[in-house]
Nanobody, 124 residues
Framework: VLLEESGGGSVNSGGSLRLSCVAE????????MGWFRKDSDKEPVWLAT???????IIADSVKGRFTISRDKRKNTLDLQMNNLKPEDTGMYYC???????????????????WGQGTQVTVSS
């Protein structure tokens, strides 16, 4: 499963960024997909996931600020991030897995397929 992220960058606190993950055409209909943030020396933390049927789960830590959506025509999974804070700084990854998002997030299991990541830096 090929995943490629884009859209990272540097913004001031309170700013917005939109990340995009391009996947192979069948990925969205077969896999759970999600966005993660990884701080240095720490395990990736899931932020938002979307089931292959479209159900969305947003982590409490970013609820109300981040939204996840997909564009079937472009085969992308997007993460809209608003009101960014310095603690949102990190490497952001798109990931996919054949298993259900609800199980993966509740069991804190590691997704099987990962992109290369895109850096987000939020300055105070």
């Amino acid at each position: 499963v090929l995943l490629e992220e884009s859209g990272g960058g540097s913004v001031n606190s309170g700013g917005s960024l939109r990340l995009s993950c391009v996947a192979e055409p069948y990925t969205h209909t077969r896999y759970c997909m999600g966005w993660f943030r990884k701080d240095s020396d720490k395990e990736p933390v899931w932020l938002a996931t979307m089931e292959n049927h479209g159900e969305v789960i947003i982590a409490d830590s970013v609820k109300g600020r981040f939204t996840i959506s997909r564009d079937k025509r472009k085969n992308t999974l997007d993460l809209q991030m608003n009101n960014l804070k310095p603690e949102d700084t990190g490497m952001y990854y798109c990931a996919a897995d054949e298993r259900a998002c609800t199980w993966l997030t509740s069991s804190n299991s590691r997704f099987r397929y990962w992109g290369q990541g895109t850096q987000v830096t939020v300055s105070s």
